[in-house]
């Protein structure tokens, strides 16, 4: 171990130098071992979300590693980009219409089952909306039938909106969007 590197700590993530298997294994750091070459008790991570991995009788994984076979992973990667969620008022501005929205769904554009609903927005569904008005308190627009307005937006054409919380005539209103950098 070089003298600039710091050793690893309980809690750290770390990543495999060198892979005995097909894959380098990725784990955090759960029990040290001190002696001439610290080892490392790990907890074994899933690679692409970094959770614990699980046995099939439902025990929590883990392996020992001596510390310069283990690098500090780079969480970097792993940080969970913003995107869109059910709940959020998004906003949709064309051809100098601006219609806001509050999601309510995701919907596969050819009509089949998707599964972004449960585990996220995966970026290639349409956005399912109820149309609000952007005045205070965010009303549901409604059809002249009495129905709610809905759409369907791709995810090109909306972005989240900050919304604010009460002021002090009563009402959450959406921030003004053009200060809405994002």
Request: with cysteine; charged share 30%.
């Amino acid at each position: 171990m070089s003298s600039k590197m710091k050793p690893l700590d309980i809690g750290d993530r770390i990543i495999e130098k060198f892979a005995q298997g097909k894959k380098k294994r990725v784990g955090e750091v759960i029990f040290i071992q001190e002696g001439n070459c610290r080892k490392l008790q790990l907890l074994q991570l899933n690679s692409h979300n970094l959770k614990p991995l699980r046995k099939g009788n439902l025990e929590l994984k883990t392996f020992r590693l001596p510390e310069d076979r283990c690098k500090k992973l780079n969480e970097w990667n792993y940080l969970k980009r913003k995107t869109f969620q059910i709940g959020d008022t998004i906003i949709n501005k064309r051809n100098g219409k601006v219609r806001y929205g509050r999601i309510i769904s995701f919907v596969h554009p050819d009509g089949l089952y998707t599964e972004s609903n449960e585990k996220g927005y995966n970026g290639k569904d349409l956005i399912e909306c109820i149309e609000i008005k952007g005045c205070d308190g965010l009303p549901r627009n409604m059809k002249s039938n009495g129905e709610v307005s809905r759409f369907n937006i791709t995810p090109e054409r909306a972005k989240v909106c900050t919304v604010l919380p009460m002021d002090d005539q009563g009402g959450t209103r959406i921030k003004d969007p053009s200060s809405n950098n994002k």
